[in-house]
């Protein structure tokens, strides 16, 4: 039986994945213990679960680089608390070659700058390489680095060990009840949410439903440019010549990246056309749930194979045992949505996380904090605003296909 809803609460949270806790957990650490997060299944089972949580650094932007840098500096916080259960963080480091010139230039322009900020890098060699990850032939590479603090985990125990710091601090996370409405005065500001339970008085709502947001919040008033995009992986059978212990590795030429996983290689692609879906249908349950058929995307890996094959010769040899899709919410432009919204007091929004709100969880979870309790931030949020877009139809096709479109672009991270 779920927890009984309280009739009111400082701050409610809508969505308990590792983007949802992460806030809850932030909250509480910025002295804000009267939170509620409201869970229309059970935490962490929407994107969360699915995520492949590398934990890259090497991203475009500084903003970024620093929500991912606070996501580490979450893991040690929680890490170092004897009561907060296992958390097993793999910190492999991340290999990323490239042999395109562009895609050089644009990488060693931010592994530098990651380096000035902190995150160590160093240039490894072909034979270096090859005695760090034995499946990879590096040979086609012009720029091969160590980024050398990255690791990869368990996503689902990240969004657990958030939730459980949360709980610990006095906020309550109710499963199994669904927010059917964010509640607004006549003036438009925030006053509780309509839930499948009954209400919660509340003057701030923090919007984290994932892919799912869009609908609430255009009831709300507000159109998000994001949308369902297809992410997906696949996991080899266990084999001693693609798992054990090694980095990550990013490959951008290929669209693709790679980590070991339950013995094998958990490896992704970026799709030359991704798949999209209408918000507004996006099942509460994601199993079974597959983008229009090819539930197992072997067309799309035949598709990249031509472009992973150069990088990894043992692909056509490898015994695939999973296949794994599920939503990410991609924006129009490739950036979060983090912050909050002027025309609706008391609404702030945490989502738009494209394919990267495991490694930025931490980041994001304390910039909303930090909004809320009027706390300074090292870093300045403003860029991620979820109006930044102006005026959005967040159920226009072509809105859908743009945000598909970032993510066939994307090549790192
Ligand atoms: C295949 C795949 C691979 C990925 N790989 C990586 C990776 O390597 N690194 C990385 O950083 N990220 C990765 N991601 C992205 C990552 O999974 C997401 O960015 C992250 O999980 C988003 O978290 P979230 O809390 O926003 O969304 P979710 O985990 O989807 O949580 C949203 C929650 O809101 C709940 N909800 C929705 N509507 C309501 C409602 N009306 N009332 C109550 N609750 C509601 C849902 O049930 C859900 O639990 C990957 C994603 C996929 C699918």
């Known amino acids: ?63 970024e680089r620093a929500l991912v840098r606070a996501t580490y500096a979450a893991l040690d916080r929680l890490m170092a608390d004897p009561d907060a259960p296992a958390l097993d963080v793999h910190r492999v480091g991340a290999v990323h070659l490239s042999a395109d010139p562009a895609t050089v230039a644009a990488l060693t322009a931010r592994l530098q700058a990651g380096a000035r900020e902190g995150d160590p890098v160093r240039a490894l060699d072909e034979a270096t390489v090859r005695a760090l990850v034995p499946w990879l032939d590096p040979g086609p590479a012009d720029l091969i680095a160590l980024s050398q603090g990255d690791a990869y985990l368990d996503p ?104 070991p996983e339950l013995g094998g290689l958990l490896f992704g692609v970026r799709e030359a056309v991704s798949r999209v879906a209408d918000p507004r249908a ?71 996380c494209c394919g990267a709100g495991i490694a930025a969880s931490g980041g994001i979870g304390q910039s909303v904090a930090a909004l809320i309790a009027g706390t300074p931030l090292s870093w300045d949020p403003a860029p991620l605003s979820p109006t930044r877009f102006g005026r959005v139809d967040p159920f226009d096709p072509a809105l859908w296909e743009t945000c598909a479109r970032v993510r066939a672009g994307k090549r790192t991270g």
Request: aromatic share 6%.
């Open 156 to 259: 689902y125990a990240l969004a657990q060990a958030y939730g459980a710091a949360a709980r610990r601090g006095g906020a309550r996370i109710i499963p199994d009840t669904e927010v059917l409405a964010v509640r607004r005065s006549r003036s438009g500001a925030v006053t509780g949410l309509e839930t499948s339970r009954g209400g919660i008085d509340c003057r701030t709502v923090v919007l984290s439903a994932g892919a799912w947001s869009s609908p609430l919040a255009a009831a709300a008033g507000l159109g998000l440019a994001q949308a369902p995009v297809r992410s997906l992986y696949w996991i080899t059978a266990p084999d001693p010549a693609l798992g054990g212990h090694h980095p990550l590795v990013v490959m951008p030429d290929a669209g693709a990246y790679a980590r």
């Open 1 to 63: 039986m779920s927890p009984t809803l309280p009739a009111s609460a400082r701050v409610a949270v809508i969505g308990g994945g590792v983007l949802g806790l992460s806030v809850a957990c932030h909250l509480i650490w910025a002295g804000i213990r009267d939170v509620v997060v409201i869970e229309r299944q059970t935490p962490a089972s929407g994107a969360t679960a699915r995520a492949a949580a590398l934990l890259t650094r090497a991203r475009p932007h500084a903003l």
């Open 282 to 352: 996006l099942p509460s349950d994601l199993s079974g749930f597959s983008f229009g058929g090819d539930p197992d995307a072997w067309d799309d890996l035949l598709e990249a194979a031509p472009r992973l094959l150069p990088y990894w010769p043992g692909l056509p040899r490898a015994a695939l045992a999973h296949a794994i899709t599920g939503p990410s919410a991609y924006t129009a432009d490739g950036r979060f949505l983090v912050g909050p919204v002027a025309s609706v007091p008391g609404l702030v929004v945490a989502t738009g």
